[in-house]
């Protein structure tokens, strides 16, 4: 029903003449991996397409509606990423978003990595990006939070019947103006989510806590995630931490870090090295690496992409 309501809202404000901005943006990602030089797979990983949409009146932007569509492996999945609408209070002390969004937990309210090929931990720790519900987020001097209740069900929306369960995440920031260059967060979660395990959709109680740093530095962004809680029974250790440094001004350098422990068990222990190639502003080539740290049941990975991203205002 929301997502009906949304999708209503959404075309009618779109046709709409009135004094609005229209950002239409699509991108490809081509992929080619090969795991312990035995297996390949070269695949269209992505096509996304998105629409924004801001209304304004006197005060600035008030209204903001957000689409991303996306076809995934060849065309083999399908689905919303994101489908939002957003109220905007004034100076951004307090905004009401209702619909599909990322979720304010850890590194992934500041830093998505789907179109990266070295990835934080948010699918190893929550499972997913993007759910649906309704979120309250703003900027309170050197603050910014953001808390959100919602279904707890990431890309299975459209065949699990929900039975009033709900999870909520919260997120609490920390940018002061003495320290533009520098970017620290509290984060927590709890509530039931529904995951896929072995082909089979379980239910998964969930109790997290994060703490997310950024840091900017010339050239060079840090980035690191510390993430704890319980799944079910189970404790859960999240850790990811990685470097971009621009070696020249076309040329950068990524690096990533990671561990994931399951009551103890390792679940990912991985170094990854990258190098990303910025042909031009909307095109761009990388290529990374990934190595089991200790051989813990890990494979070599070697990953290949070619990104182009199409953007324009109406």
Request: glycine content about 10%.
């Amino acid at each position: 029903m929301v997502r009906c309501l949304l999708f209503i809202i959404f075309i009618v404000l779109l046709v709409e003449q009135s004094q609005a901005s229209l950002l239409f943006t699509t991108d490809m990602d081509l992929r080619y991996h090969n795991t312990d030089f035995t297996e390949h797979k070269a695949e269209l990983h992505t096509i996304g397409v998105s629409f924004r949409k801001i209304f304004a009146d006197e005060m600035g932007d008030r209204i903001i509606l957000f689409l991303l569509a996306e076809t995934m492996h060849n065309f083999k999945e399908n689905m919303i990423d994101q489908g939002y609408l957003q109220y905007k209070g004034p100076l951004g002390k307090w905004n009401i978003t209702l619909g599909r969004y990322r979720l304010p937990f850890g590194l992934l309210a500041n830093y998505s990595t789907d179109r990266l090929l070295i990835k934080t931990i948010e699918y190893e720790t929550i499972g997913f990006c993007s759910d649906n519900g309704l979120q309250i987020s703003g900027i309170l001097k050197d603050f910014d939070y953001a808390i959100s209740l919602s279904q707890g069900v990431g890309k299975h929306f459209k065949s699990i019947d929900i039975d009033n369960q709900g999870l909520i995440t919260f997120r609490v920031g920390y940018q002061g103006v003495d320290f533009e260059d520098f970017r620290i967060g509290l984060s927590g979660l709890t509530g039931k989510i529904y995951q896929e395990v072995d082909d089979k959709v379980g239910i998964l109680n969930k109790k997290l806590l994060a703490i997310d740093i950024i840091k900017y530095s010339g050239r060079l962004v840090a980035r690191s995630e510390f993430s704890y809680g319980k799944e079910s029974e189970k404790t859960i250790l999240g850790v990811f931490s990685g470097v971009d440094y621009a070696i020249l001004p076309k040329i950068d350098i990524n690096t990533g870090y990671v561990l994931v422990r399951l009551n103890g068990d390792i679940e990912q222990h991985s170094l990854s090295l990258g190098l990303t190639y910025n042909i031009f502003p909307n095109l761009q080539v990388r290529i990374a690496g990934k190595i089991p740290i200790k051989n813990e049941g890990g494979k070599n990975e070697l990953s290949l992409q070619t990104y182009y991203v199409f953007a324009r205002s109406f």
